[in-house]
């Protein structure tokens, strides 16, 4: 597979976990900004206090927060990366690009009917760090409620309720549009068909680097 930093665009529930976690072995590191946003959460740290009423209510957390978490968790001398929910807006896809400059890379839009994503997010169970996601319907784990790699206890994430998953929608909706020109402009954009089964779309992202 070619090495290039691989930047996941696409609305809540659309999979960029689920083909993180399978783009990782083939060796690209995975940041996801949630992930470290809800890891400062459970920490209770300063900055995990400031955030979670924001990301409970299904808003954006502050550009100058998320792009310094993000900054403190990058080595670009030393790993490729999948970004994983950053950018959520143009100013975040412009100050990524400028992280990136120099190195290449490619910006991979899942694409599909928003119609479907509220229940698959409803119906999605994860491991505390969100390493490990299942799906009540489409991907079970083999025990009820508990992870087949960890054996850790599964959870509903506390942004997964339908009345705040429909607010996160709105928000994805409102911001789309500018980052997917911005990618395009620059010549480092694709979109794949993400309403395909969770083999197919990693195949296609495969294709296209
Ligand atoms: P974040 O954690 O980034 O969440 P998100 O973008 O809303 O995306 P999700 O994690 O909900 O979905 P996913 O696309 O990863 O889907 P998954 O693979 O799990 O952000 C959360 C919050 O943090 C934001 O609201 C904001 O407050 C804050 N935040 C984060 N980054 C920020 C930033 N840069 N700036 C400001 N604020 C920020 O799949 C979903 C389900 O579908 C699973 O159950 C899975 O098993 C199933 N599934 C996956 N693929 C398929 C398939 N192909 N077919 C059938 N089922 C599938």
Redesign the pocket.
């Known amino acids: 597979m070619k090495r290039k930093h691989l930047i996941l665009l696409?609305?809540?529930?659309?999979?960029?976990?689920?083909?993180?976690s399978r783009l990782k072995k083939d060796g690209l590191i995975h940041v996801?900004?949630?992930?470290l946003?809800?890891t400062e959460i459970a920490k209770e740290s300063d900055l995990g206090k400031e955030?979670k009423g924001?990301?409970a209510a299904?808003?954006?957390?502050?550009?100058e927060l998320?792009v310094e978490l993000l900054k403190e968790n990058l080595d670009l001398k030393k790993n490729t990366y999948i970004f994983?929910?950053?950018?959520?807006?143009e100013k975040?896809a412009k100050t990524l690009d400028g992280i990136l400059e120099g190195h290449d890379y490619l910006a991979v839009y899942?694409e599909l009917d928003l119609d479907i994503l509220i229940e698959?997010?409803t119906?999605?169970?994860?491991t505390k760090d969100?390493k490990h996601?299942?799906?009540l319907k489409?991907?079970p784990p083999k025990v009820d409620g508990i992870c087949d790699v960890t054996g850790e206890e599964l959870v509903l994430?506390n942004?997964?309720k339908e009345a705040i998953v429909k607010d996160?929608m709105n928000?994805?909706k409102t911001t789309i549009d500018p980052i997917l020109e911005f990618f395009q402009q620059k010549g480092r954009f694709v979109s794949i068909d993400?309403?395909?089964?969770?083999d197919q779309?990693y195949k296609q992202i495969v294709e296209n680097l």
């Open positions: 696409g609305a809540p529930g659309s999979g960029k976990g689920t083909q993180s996801s900004t949630g992930d946003l809800r955030v924001v990301m299904g808003q954006l957390v502050t550009d998320v994983d929910g950053y950018p959520r807006n975040q899942f698959r997010i119906n999605r169970r994860t969100g996601i299942y799906n489409s991907n994430r942004d997964d996160r928000v994805f993400a309403q395909q089964d969770p779309v």
